[in-house]
């Protein structure tokens, strides 16, 4: 008698589905926490980003841009509230608008040059990309709460075609501007840096 005719459909069950491989694999993921392989990352609270956005402000009175500009990289927010990492975006951003267009590139280069420039020039990629995100989101057209009648017998929903926040789309110019001599100064990895790091602004 062969094998196959001593297995019965009673034996041939889907039992061996159920069987969790992974969890017999000692490399697997569920057999060791995953959390750590992330260092943990200091938190950081308002109050700290408040306090630091005073210095940078303190440094761009000053005149100096770069180190203002440098304050924001060097201590970016990781780990905090939404309104901690918002509070030290708008700080960025109004950095990155204080600075004149002819001033970019060779700032970028200095700081690129020197030790942990590389890395620098990555957290700004991600503030970049933040700013944009936040610019792109507020700028649309806006619904209010309660629709108006108008006299024309039209309901006004929105803001009017063609009319946008002129101060949301400066914001946007000065971003993608920055954003243009980054990649100028640091390639296109930074962008992909960017993309895969898992520490988030």
């Known amino acids: 008698m062969s094998i196959i005719q001593q297995h019965t459909s009673a034996s041939l069950g889907d039992a061996w589905r159920t069987i969790n491989i992974d969890a017999l694999d000692p490399e697997s993921s569920q057999n060791f926490d995953t959390t750590t392989l992330h260092p943990p990352l200091p938190e950081i609270s308002e109050a700290e980003v408040r306090q630091l956005n005073g210095q940078v402000r303190q440094l761009l009175r000053g005149g100096d841009a770069e180190g203002a500009l440098r304050g924001c990289l060097e201590t970016p927010v990781y780990n905090g509230s939404e309104g901690t990492k918002e509070v030290h975006l708008q700080t960025v951003v109004e950095v990155l608008q204080s600075i004149k ?100 602004v």
């Open 101 to 200: 267009a002819s001033d970019m590139t060779p700032m970028l280069q200095r700081i690129y040059g020197s030790e942990g420039g590389g890395e620098l020039l990555d957290v700004l990629m991600k503030y970049l990309y933040k700013g944009m995100s936040a610019s792109a989101l507020t700028g649309g057209p806006r619904t209010p709460g309660r629709m108006t009648p108008q006299q024309t017998g039209f309901t006004q929903v929105g803001s009017r075609p063609g009319v946008s926040n002129e101060s949301t789309s400066a914001a946007m110019s000065v971003l993608l501007s920055w954003h243009e001599k980054v990649v100028d100064v640091a390639g296109q990895g930074s962008i992909v840096r960017c993309m895969t790091d898992w520490r988030k």
